[in-house]
C-alpha cells in the first residue's frame, strides 16, 4: 500500500494498567484485607479500609465477538463503573462496591446467556487451544470441545457440587497449550507421521526437522532424487512434535489421531507440591461436534470425585490418598500396559516399594 | 406434529437460509445447542450483522474441518513494519473450495497485567478491529494475549498504527520474549506479596525489545503469581515464575481464629486445616492454634481455608524458579526454584530482579542449544553450572533432597 504513514511506532510494552483499575482497587491496592464466597459466582473482599467490593464472575466462550465484548462493556458500565477484567481461565468478573448491583449483573448477564460461577468448590472454565478454527496444527478443535464439556458441566460451574476446585484443560495437539489441570484432555496421535517428500526439500530446513525429534527417529535421505527424510517407525512414537517444525511431515489423521485423558495435574502449591497429570484414558475418538466419549470419561471421574473427595482435596491429592487401583475401580476406567511411563525418568513413577492395596 | 407440519417447517427453513450471508453449517449448529455460552453462535450472528467474506470463509472452513476431521490454515510471515513477531499468519491451504478463508490473520496483543480493563479501552479496540478486521476476539490466549483474529495483510499496518496510536502493543512469538501474565494481586486479593502488576509491567517494558525481535534460542514466558497459591499457573508454564511470599510469621488474629472455630468446629479445625498442613506444622496446644512457622512450607492452605484468621506474614518478597515448560521435547517440566527469597518492596529491588533476569537469559543464550527452553539447557548442563554461570549461591532450598548417586566431580 502506498498511503503515506503518518505515525510513528511506540514500542509501548504492556498496556498500561492504572486506568484500567476500578476506582475503589485504586483506592485500597496492596491493603485488602480478607474475603469471601457469599453464594456460588459472587466474591466479596473486604479492605482494611473498611471498602467492601463484590465481584460477579461468569463464563464466557473465550473465542468472542465484539458483539458479545460490547455487551461485557454495557453491563460493566451500567453496574461497575464501567470496569472489567478476565480470569486466566476465560471467565470475565465485574467488580461493584454496592450489593444490590450483584444480584442485577447476575440476571443480566444469565439474561445474555452467561452463566455465573466458577469460584469456589466447582467447575470452572477451561482451559483451551484454538484448534481447527484458528492453529496451523491442531488435530481437533479447542472451543467446540469445550462447549461440549460445559455444556455437560454447566451446574457444577454455577454451583458448589465439588469437593473442591476443578481445572479442566484442553490441546488439540500433543504439544498440549493447554497445560496441566485436575482433568486435561489432550490428542494422541496413534500412528508415525507420513513424509511428503515431494514438498519437503523447500517447505522445511531439513536438519531441523531431523533435530526436533525427541526420540531421534528421523534421518536424511534421498527419495528420487530430492533430499527429504524418513522416519524411523520402530523409533517413533507418535508425538508430532516434527508436524509442529514441518507441515511436510504429516501426523494429524482423521482416525488415527485420538483422545487421551490425563489427571491429577495441579499447579497451585497448596498442600501438595504443583504436580503433572497422569493418563487414565486413552484412544478415545476425536468425535466431532460432541466427542461423547470424551465427555463420558470426564463424568465417569467426576462422579467418583464428588463422591468421594474430602474437602480442600484436589483431585490428584484424592487418588494420593486412595490410590490408583481404587481410582481405575471406581471410575471404571481401565489401567492398561501404555500407561506405564517408557521415557526419560520413567523409573520415578514405578512403585519401588512393597506397598500393595488389595 | 404430523407430516406436514414438518415440511412446512423444513421449507420454512430453507427460505430463511436463502436471506442468510453464511451458508450451512449443520456440524457447527449442533454446538449452538446446551447451556453453554456458544462461540458459534457469536461468530454467526457477527457475520450476519457485518456481512463480513472472511468470516464466512472460516465459518465454511470450520465446518469442512469438522467433516474431515482435518486442520486447514497454515502458518507463514506476517509482519508490521519494524518487529519481527506479534503477527500470526494464516491461510487457508484449501483456497480452491474455500477462498474466502484466504488471509485470517492474528494479532497478539498485549493486554494490561492481570487482564483489567476500562469499558472505553476495550470499546474502542472492538471499533478500531471491526473496522479493520473480521471482529472476533480471544480473550486470552494461554500465554495472556487478547488475540485479534481474522485481518488481510493489506490492512495489517493501518490497523496496527490504530490500535499502536491508542496506546496498544504488540506480544511476542517465535524465538522471543512472550507476554507476560499476572494475577489479580494487591488489586484485589489478600494474598498478594509483592505488586504484581508492577513488576510485570515494569519487567515486559524492560524487555520489549525482546518481544519484538526475535533473537533468543526459544521462547522465554514470565508469569507472576502474588503467592504460592500460584493462580498464573506459573510453576509448569512459564521459564520464570515469580511467587510472592514472606519470611517472617503468619499473621495470626485469635479473635478471628475462635470466631472460625464456632463457626465451623473444632472436627473441621482438625479436618481440613491441621490435617492438611503438609509439614504437620499445626498443633492444638490447650486447645488453641498454634502454628510452627519454622516448619511452614508457605504453601497457604490454612490461609485460604481461614482467610480472616490467617494472613501472610510482614516481611515479604518473592522467590525466583527457572525452566518450567510444557512437553515438547524431553517432557513437561516444572520450574526449580533458584532464589528463595528476594526482597520486592523498593523500585530498586526491582531494577536488581531485572539485572538477575538478564544475566539467567544471558547464560541460557549462550550455554543453550537452538530450540532448547531454559530448563532443558539445566537439566543437560546441570543446576549447579548454571548457578555458577549466573552467580547465585547454592543452597538445600533448591532440592527435594541431596543427590543420591556418587557420579560427581568432588572438590578435594
Ligand atoms: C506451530 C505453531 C504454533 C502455534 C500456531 C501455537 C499457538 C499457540 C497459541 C495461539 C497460544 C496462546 C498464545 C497467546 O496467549 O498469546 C499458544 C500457547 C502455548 N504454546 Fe503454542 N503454538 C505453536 C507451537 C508451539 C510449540 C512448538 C510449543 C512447544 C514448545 C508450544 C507450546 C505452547 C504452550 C505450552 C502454550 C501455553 C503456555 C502458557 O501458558 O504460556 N506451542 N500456542
Ligand atoms: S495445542 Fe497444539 S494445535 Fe492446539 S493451539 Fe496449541 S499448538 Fe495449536
Ligand atoms: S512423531 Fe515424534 S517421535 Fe515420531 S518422528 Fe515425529 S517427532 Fe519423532
Ligand atoms: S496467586 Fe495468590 S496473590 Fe495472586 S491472586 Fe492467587 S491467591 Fe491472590
Ligand atoms: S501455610 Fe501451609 S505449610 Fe504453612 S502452616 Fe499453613 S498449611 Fe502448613
Known amino acids: ?358 | 406434529m404430523d407430516e406436514i407440519d414438518m415440511d412446512n417447517e423444513d421449507e420454512k427453513k430453507s427460505s430463511d437460509q436463502d436471506k442468510k450471508f453464511l451458508n450451512p453449517t449443520p456440524m457447527l449448529d449442533e454446538l449452538e445447542e446446551g447451556p453453554w455460552p456458544s462461540f458459534i453462535t457469536g461468530i454467526k450472528e457477527l457475520a450476519e450483522r457485518t456481512k463480513k467474506p472472511m468470516l464466512r470463509g472460516v465459518m465454511d472452513q470450520l465446518e469442512y474441518s469438522y467433516q474431515t476431521r482435518m486442520g486447514y490454515w497454515k502458518g507463514g510471515l506476517v509482519m508490521v513494519r519494524g518487529y519481527g513477531s506479534g503477527v500470526i499468519s494464516r491461510r487457508t491451504m484449501i483456497k480452491d473450495k474455500i477462498p474466502e478463508a484466504a488471509e485470517f490473520h492474528t494479532f497478539r496483543v498485549q493486554p494490561a497485567p492481570a487482564l483489567h480493563y476500562s469499558t472505553k479501552m476495550l470499546r474502542d479496540l472492538c471499533d478500531t478491529w471491526e473496522k479493520y478486521g473480521s471482529g472476533l476476539i480471544t480473550l486470552h490466549g494461554q500465554t495472556g494475549d487478547i488475540m485479534l483474529q481474522g485481518i488481510e495483510e493489506s490492512k495489517i499496518q493501518e490497523c496496527f498504527d490504530a490500535i499502536n496510536q491508542a496506546g496498544w502493543d504488540l506480544g511476542g512469538a517465535g524465538p522471543a520474549m512472550r507476554t507476560g501474565v499476572s494475577c489479580v494481586g494487591p488489586a484485589r486479593c489478600e494474598n498478594a506479596c509483592y505488586d504484581t502488576l508492577k513488576l510485570h509491567y515494569r519487567v515486559l517494558k524492560y524487555f520489549t525489545e525482546d518481544v519484538h525481535r526475535p533473537q533468543y534460542l526459544y521462547k522465554f514466558k514470565f508469569k507472576f503469581s502474588g503467592c504460592p497459591n500460584d493462580c498464573s499457573n506459573s510453576i509448569f508454564r512459564s521459564d520464570l515464575a515469580v511467587i510472592g511470599l514472606w519470611r517472617d510469621s503468619i499473621q495470626m488474629d485469635s479473635t478471628e481464629v475462635l470466631d472460625w472455630i464456632e463457626k465451623n468446629g473444632t472436627d473441621s479445625l482438625v479436618n481440613n486445616v491441621i490435617n492438611r498442613c503438609p509439614t504437620r506444622a499445626i498443633s492444638l496446644e490447650h486447645g488453641e492454634m498454634v502454628i510452627d512457622n519454622k516448619n511452614c512450607v508457605r504453601c497457604m492452605h490454612c490461609l485460604n481455608v481461614m482467610p480472616r484468621a490467617l494472613s501472610p506474614g510482614r516481611e515479604r518478597g518473592v522467590t525466583v524458579l527457572v525452566g518450567g515448560k510444557n512437553i515438547l521435547k524431553v517432557g513437561a517440566m516444572g520450574c526449580t526454584m533458584v532464589v528463595p527469597f528476594f526482597k520486592m518492596d523498593a523500585d530498586e529491588d526491582v531494577d536488581k530482579f531485572i539485572e538477575l533476569c538478564e544475566s539467567i537469559i544471558d547464560w541460557w543464550n549462550d550455554n543453550g542449544f537452538e530450540k532448547e527452553r531454559i530448563g532443558e539447557t539445566i537439566e543437560r548442563v546441570g543446576l549447579k553450572q548454571f548457578l555458577t554461570g549466573v552467580g547465585l549461591e547454592a543452597s538445600v532450598d533448591m532440592v527435594a533432597k541431596p543427590r543420591s548417586n556418587p557420579y560427581y566431580k568432588s572438590k578435594y
Open chain 1, 1 to 358: 500500500m502506498n498511503v503515506k504513514r503518518t505515525w510513528k511506532t511506540v514500542e509501548s510494552g504492556p498496556r498500561d494498567y492504572q486506568e484500567a483499575l476500578h476506582p475503589v482497587v485504586k483506592k485500597n491496592y496492596g491493603k485488602w484485607k480478607y474475603h469471601e464466597l457469599p453464594k456460588p459466582g459472587i466474591l466479596k473482599h473486604v479492605a482494611e479500609s473498611g471498602d467492601t467490593l463484590f465481584t460477579v464472575r461468569a463464563g464466557t466462550p473465550r473465542q468472542d465477538s465484539v458483539d458479545l465484548i460490547r455487551r461485557l462493556c454495557d453491563i460493566a458500565d451500567k453496574y461497575a463503573d464501567g470496569y472489567l477484567r478476565f480470569t486466566v481461565r476465560n471467565n470475565v468478573e465485574f467488580m461493584t462496591p454496592d450489593e444490590e448491583n450483584v444480584e442485577l449483573m447476575v440476571k443480566e448477564l444469565e439474561a445474555i446467556g452467561l452463566p455465573v460461577g466458577g469460584v469456589g468448590p466447582c467447575v470452572s472454565s477451561v482451559a483451551h487451544t484454538q484448534g481447527w478454527l484458528h492453529c496451523d496444527i491442531p488435530a481437533t478443535d479447542g472451543s467446540g470441545v469445550v462447549k461440549s464439556i460445559m455444556d455437560s458441566l454447566y451446574d457444577d460451574f454455577k454451583n458448589w457440587q465439588m469437593p473442591s476446585k476443578v481445572r479442566l484443560s484442553t490441546s488439540c495437539c500433543a504439544i498440549n497449550c493447554g497445560g496441566q489441570a485436575d482433568i486435561a484432555i489432550v490428542v494422541k496421535h496413534t500412528r508415525p507421521p507420513r513424509v511428503n517428500h515431494e514438498i519437503i526439500a523447500n517447505t522445511c530446513e531439513l536438519p531441523k526437522a531431523v533435530a526436533c525429534c525427541p526420540v531421534a527417529a528421523i534421518r536424511p535421505t534421498v527419495v528420487n532424487n530430492k533430499q527429504s527424510v524418513m522416519v524411523d517407525h520402530k523409533k517413533c512414537m507418535y508425538c508430532g512434535a516434527c508436524f509442529g517444525a514441518c507441515p511436510a511431515i504429516e501426523i494429524n489423521h482423521p482416525e488415527h489421531s485420538k483422545i487421551g485423558v490425563w489427571v491429577g495435574g495441579k499447579n497451585s502449591n497448596a498442600r501438595s507440591k504443583p504436580s503433572l497429570g497422569s493418563l487414565v484414558a486413552h484412544n478415545l475418538p476425536n468425535n466431532p461436534p460432541r466427542w461423547p466419549e470424551v465427555n463420558e470419561v470426564i463424568r465417569k471421574i467426576l462422579t467418583a470425585f464428588k463422591k468421594e473427595g474430602r474437602p480442600w482435596e484436589r483431585l490428584g491429592e484424592w487418588i494420593d490418598r486412595v490410590g490408583w487401583k481404587h481410582f481405575f475401580e471406581e471410575t471404571d476406567l481401565i489401567f492398561e500396559k501404555d500407561m506405564i511411563d517408557s521415557y526419560r525418568h520413567a523409573r520415578t513413577t514405578f512403585n519401588q516399594s512393597a506397598h500393595v492395596r488389595f
